[in-house]
């Protein structure tokens, strides 16, 4: 499998990549498979959500069949990419960085009912609309992403980020600047610094991780750092589901000195008294061969600075639609399919594309780029009656950006081998300047190219 980024871009030298990338050329390189030749179809193909997933397929397939019904459904106006938030919020970007008008992505071939799905019945294969449309299908592609349940967090409310030292990189574009406007003028001064992650699943899980170097780097380069404390709460014992990415990730925390609380959830905020409120679950251990209960408990620490990230499930129209897994991930409804190629286990005619999926791995736009194609060689098959190939190996990406100007490119699949689409080249646990530009310059037009079906 070619990974996500083409080592074409690299070039044969680092100056041909630099002039590529920052050309905005860096999509013209990608790897573009032979076309196959159109399939005729009528077939009706209704595509929920037109993000990085929803807006890459329907391209792709719009370019696969000839005289399909395909329809997305996504009452969203602006196309936001999301990778770029961290830049927003670590002011290199401006916020209008990440947002562009989603009819802008859409191929001409494909309706775009400019409304969100508010049902989803999959015995009837229909989709009814928070406008009441209802939409029948043949094949139902399901990419709405996930939610920020917000409400989640005590005491919290987005209209207090950018002040009294509360940031939320993730909740979108003007949020991730309101956040740099926090961010700067606390490391301006210094002082406690709170960072970590939700307990449930999420999408860029390694974002938390970089928000919490980024800051560090910049109270070092303003003087401040000797008078900070940076903690940051695990949510569990570990800083990332790689084994090997977890053992260098902590290496780095503990040369930077940030303060690790493990198994620490973020229960809630109190701004006034500028006070955030962790959950440690209750524990089981032995000690001299007897069962130690240890009740779950809360935990109170002070903050100058906090960047809130909440707990993240499928949207509620998945939720109720009968399509989540029943045994797994309780409570956050991500889909029950097939890890290997994405469609439903029991409603063959559903695929998942993006944040959606019930699987292992991989809430980033790295896999959604190769969920895209395997999700279209199965859906196109099973159109021509046939059997679809394509496996998806569960390859996801992480550029852990560790302070201004390094990153480390890591890339991994299910099994937590370290694939590296530069192998030889980019060392995946090493901090490099070509590994920061893969994020700052050359993720942008792969994602882009992606968005048109061109990955
Ligand atoms: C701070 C941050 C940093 C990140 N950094 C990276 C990175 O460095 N690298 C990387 O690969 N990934 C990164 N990601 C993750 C990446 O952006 C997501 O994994 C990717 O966008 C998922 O694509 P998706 O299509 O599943 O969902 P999205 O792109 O979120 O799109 C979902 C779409 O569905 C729509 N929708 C929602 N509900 C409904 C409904 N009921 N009906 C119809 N439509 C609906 C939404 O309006 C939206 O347009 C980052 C994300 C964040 C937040």
Redesign the pocket.
């Known amino acids: 499998m070619t990974l996500?980024y083409d080592p074409r871009l690299l070039a044969s030298t680092r100056r041909g990549f630099l002039g590529a990338a920052a050309g905005g050329l860096a999509a013209a390189a990608m790897v573009r498979p032979a076309r196959a030749q159109a399939v005729a179809t009528k077939a009706k193909i209704v595509i929920?959500?037109?993000?990085?997933?929803?807006?890459g397929l329907a391209n792709t397939l719009a370019g696969r069949l000839d005289g399909a019904e395909i329809t997305i459904?996504?009452?969203?106006k602006q196309?936001?990419?999301?990778?770029g938030?961290?830049l927003i919020a670590s002011g290199l970007k401006p916020a209008s960085y990440s947002v562009s008008p989603?009819g802008d992505w859409l191929p001409k071939q494909v309706k775009w009912v400019e409304e969100?799905?508010?049902n989803i019945d999959p015995e009837a294969q229909t989709v009814t609309t928070t406008g009441g449309t209802k939409l029948a299908y043949d094949y139902l592609v399901l990419?709405?992403?996930?939610?920020l349940n917000w409400d989640a967090v005590e005491g919290f409310d987005l209209g207090m980020v950018g002040k009294d030292g509360i940031g939320a990189?993730?909740a979108g574009p003007d949020h991730?600047a309101a956040t740099w406007t926090a961010m700067d003028a606390f490391t301006d001064k210094g002082g406690v610094a709170l960072f970590g992650r939700p307990a449930t699943e999420m999408?860029?899980a390694?974002?938390p991780l970089k928000y919490t170097f980024i800051t560090d780097d910049y109270l070092r380069r303003k003087g401040t750092r000797d008078r900070s404390q940076i903690i940051y709460a695990a949510n569990n014992k570990a800083l990332f589901s790689v084994p090997v990415v977890n053992e260098k990730l902590k290496l780095l925390f503990r040369d930077k000195a940030v303060d690790v609380r493990w198994d620490h959830v973020l229960k809630g905020i109190d701004v006034a008294t500028k006070t955030a409120t962790y959950v440690i679950p209750a524990t089981q251990t032995i000690k001299d061969g007897a069962i130690v209960d240890t009740p779950a408990r809360e935990e109170k620490i002070g903050f100058d600075f906090i960047n809130v990230i909440p707990p993240m499930t499928a949207?509620?129209?998945v939720r109720e639609s009968g399509l989540s897994w029943a045994d797994k991930w309780v409570g956050e409804g991500w889909i029950e399919v097939d890890q290997s190629n994405l469609r439903h286990l029991r409603y063959p005619n559903i695929f998942g594309?993006?944040?959606?999926n019930g699987v292992p791995k991989g809430?980033?736009?790295?896999?959604?780029k190769w969920h895209i194609p395997v999700v279209v060689d199965h859906l196109v098959a099973s159109i021509q009656g046939k059997e679809g190939t394509e496996v998806f190996n569960g390859y996801?990406?992480?550029?852990m950006i560790t302070k201004i100007g390094r990153a480390m490119l890591i890339e991994f699949d299910y099994k937590d081998n370290l694939v590296p689409s530069f192998p030889g080249v980019i060392a995946p646990l090493e901090e490099l300047w070509i590994s920061w530009l893969m994020?700052e310059t050359a993720?942008k037009p792969t994602y882009n190219a992606m968005l048109r079906g061109k990955a």
């Not at 929920?48 to 807006?55: F, I, P, S, Y």
């Not at 196309?79 to 990778?83: A, G, K």
């Not at 990419?143 to 939610?147: I, R, W």
Request: proline share 7%; net charge positive; aromatic share 10%.
């Open positions: 996500f929920l959500g037109a993000g990085a997933g929803g807006t459904v996504d009452g969203r196309h936001l990419y999301q990778p938030f961290t989603t969100y799905a508010a990419a709405p992403g996930l939610t990189v993730y991730a999408k860029c390694g974002a949207p509620k129209v594309v993006g944040d959606i809430k980033t736009a790295a896999s959604v996801t990406s992480c550029p994020k993720l």
